[in-house]
């Protein structure tokens, strides 16, 4: 991929993108190639600019400086576009907690467009498979921590979105629920759909098909968990990250 | 797509389906925005109901007779005023007044019984404090109440044709005579303008708050939709509140009413939108939920003062005149007042509500323009 266009396939190009807050680079410069249908971790300490970048690549935050485009489009111009083809879902999942299972997923499914015998179909479809079934009439607010999550993924891709991005969406959730939604985030990745997750946990970094590594805001290693590894001469990536941690406070003392 | 499909698609149906559903469960704010208005209503009527009980009343009695101490026995006797003094001046009586000794004072003038003899009518004087005009406007009838069978235990007296005492009753510090009737009306626009600015003022940053905007605006809804789904159900509520509010006022309060209540209705939703346009402008702004409540409260003040609710607009400095007329409440208080006490209808009123509707639209498309589908 060395020509001046990016790859039609790309799911996400970014050249150059950055962003600052006040005096705090919170992302600095990232160049950021990610093919469609794969399954891209990007990890890094807290404060490393992970949620900064996904929130440029959604439309959330305008980039100080710098291109993105998602899905084939600009970020900067056509946001609204992207909005309809992109699912995303946050650190905080934002569920309305005094809606019921059922409720939240209609909801988000009509906003994103789907109307009538289709919305039922593919609502019914959803909840199946996602064994909600039985919790339909449920407030979400009483879910537990793995069932939220799960209701998240659900509302965020009700609408079949080309790429998913997927903030820390594991985070305060049980071994079980993680290789449950593991096993999810990978059936869509075999129909195509290409994601981008951030995580804290190693044993899902290794998950990725292609990973990258943040520090302070700067892009610090990519490629495929063996590469990365290797790349840092570690054992394996809870030891690349823990490396990795140890410089950033090395730098921060 | 046709326009009746698209209107059908629009996202703005979705958002206000989950509006209603949630303002079904949120059982606090509709306490709040029902019960709580109805209770301060009835606070304010009670209140003016204890009021016009034992005012301390001097009196300054020159006449010193049998004749004027039996008038001043009459008075008090009914239990609307109590004997607080004697005076001896009308000076004293303004000081009395003034400091809050009294709130009100009976002048007998010196030839009260000579006049009451001779058979000729005696002139007695009542001067009430109406500065707080709810409680004044019963003192004052009470004080004519009062004086009137004091007129006819005189007749049973001396049994006689021409009457023999007149009442006049003088306002102070209020000369218009502004009534109980004439401020209930005004609360009902006070009670809409707080509660409508503060619960839509929240409507926006509470989303922020509770993380659920950052997903909402990840989705393809527009500005417009996101912000009109989020206002149109307050606007039942605004009327659920005035219905409330209003019934009230009529009901323990008899507050008249004389003009088209469709027609009141109908006009309140311009004044409805333009609070809910400052609310959700106060939302654009405030960064977290207390800030909202802050900004709310900030813009209550003016409201009360400046609107005509408390002070006769027609009195106040042209400053302060001018800050009333970018308020909402000033104008509804005119469409309130206009349609409940004097059956007004559109032809007296429709600069009002022409204002009210200019507001109203140029409040909801700032807010829109405002905001900003970004959370930054
Ligand atoms: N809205 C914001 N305003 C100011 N600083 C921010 C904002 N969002 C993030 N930051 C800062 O940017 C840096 C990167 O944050 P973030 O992207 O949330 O990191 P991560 O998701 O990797 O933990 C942090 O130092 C954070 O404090
Ligand atoms: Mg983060």
């Known amino acids: 991929m060395t020509g001046p266009s990016p790859a039609p396939q790309a799911a996400v190009e970014t050249v150059g993108l950055r962003k600052t807050f006040g005096s705090l680079v919170a992302v600095d410069r990232l160049d950021l190639s990610i093919p469609r249908g794969q399954v891209f971790g990007l990890l890094g300490p807290n404060g490393s600019g992970k949620t900064t970048t996904i929130r440029m690549l959604c439309g959330l935050m305008q980039p100080t400086d710098g291109t993105a485009r998602v899905v084939g489009l600009d970020v900067h111009t056509d946001a609204e576009l992207i909005r309809t083809r992109i699912g995303y879902m946050s650190q905080r999942y934002g569920l309305y907690d005094d809606l019921t299972v059922g409720e939240n997923l209609r909801f988000y499914a009509t906003v994103y467009g789907l109307h009538g015998a289709e919305r039922t179909q593919r609502l019914t479809e959803h909840l199946e498979e996602l064994g909600f079934t039985e919790r339909m009439g449920q407030m979400a607010g009483t879910l537990s921590g793995g069932w939220k999550q799960r209701l998240a993924l659900a509302c965020a891709t009700a609408h079949r979105p080309e790429m998913l991005f997927l903030d820390e969406p594991t985070a305060g959730v049980d071994p079980a629920a993680r290789r449950t939604f593991w096993q999810i985030i990978y059936r869509l990745a075999e129909r195509g759909t290409t994601i981008l997750v951030t995580t804290h946990y190693m044993d899902e970094a290794e998950r990725c098909q292609r990973l990258a590594f943040l520090s302070r805001g700067h892009l610090i290693a990519l490629g495929t968990p063996t590469e990365v590894t290797q790349q840092f001469g570690q054992a394996n990536i809870e030891d690349v990250f823990i490396e990795l941690q140890r410089r950033d406070e090395g730098v921060r003392a | ?376």
Do not use: C
């Open chain 2, 1 to 376: 797509m046709t326009r009746m499909q698209r209107l059908r698609e629009s996202r703005f149906w979705p958002m206000l389906w989950k509006e209603f559903i949630q303002m079904r469960r949120d059982r606090l704010t509709l306490v709040m925005v029902t019960v709580v208005p109805a209770v301060q209503l009835l606070l304010f009527g009670y209140a003016i109901q204890t009021d016009v009980r034992h005012q301390p009343m001097v009196v300054l009695d020159e006449s010193r007779t049998v004749e004027s101490r039996a008038l001043t026995a009459a008075i008090t006797n009914t239990g609307t005023f109590d004997y607080a003094g004697e005076v001896h001046s009308r000076r004293e009586i303004q000081l009395a007044i003034r400091t809050g000794q009294a709130r009100a004072a009976l002048v007998i003038p010196p030839d009260y019984e000579r006049l009451i003899k001779r058979g000729e009518t005696a002139r007695a004087q009542m001067i009430v404090d109406a500065a707080d005009p709810s409680s004044s406007q019963a003192a004052m009838s009470g004080a004519q109440l009062a004086a009137a069978s004091r007129a006819q235990a005189i007749i049973a007296e001396r049994g006689r044709i021409r009457l023999p005492l007149e009442m006049t009753v003088r306002p102070w510090y209020n000369p218009a005579g502004r009534s109980a009737v004439f401020i209930v009306p005004g609360i009902v626009g006070v009670l809409l303008t707080v509660t409508m600015t503060i619960i839509t003022s929240g409507a926006i940053v509470r989303e922020r708050e509770r993380g659920t905007l950052e997903q909402l605006i990840v989705t393809p809804i527009g500005k417009t939709s996101l912000m009109l789904g989020k206002l149109v159900p307050f606007v039942l509520v605004g009327y659920l509140q005035m219905t409330v509010v209003l019934v009230l006022a009529w009901a323990i309060f008899d507050v008249p009413l004389v003009g088209s209540i469709p027609l009141l209705y109908a006009l309140a939703s311009t004044f409805i939108a333009a609070s809910l346009g400052v609310g959700l402008l106060v939302s654009t702004i405030a960064r977290n939920q207390a800030q909202a409540m802050q900004m709310s409260f900030f813009f209550m003040l003016p409201n009360i003062l400046l609107s005509g609710y408390m002070f006769p607009r027609e009195a106040m400095p042209d400053v302060a005149r001018w800050v009333g007329l970018v308020l909402p409440l000033t104008y509804f208080l005119k469409v309130l007042r206009g349609i409940l006490l004097k059956g007004s209808g559109l032809a007296e009123l429709w600069r009002e509500v022409s204002a009210l509707a200019i507001m109203a639209t140029v409040l909801v498309s700032v807010s829109v323009r405002r905001f900003h589908k970004t959370i930054e």
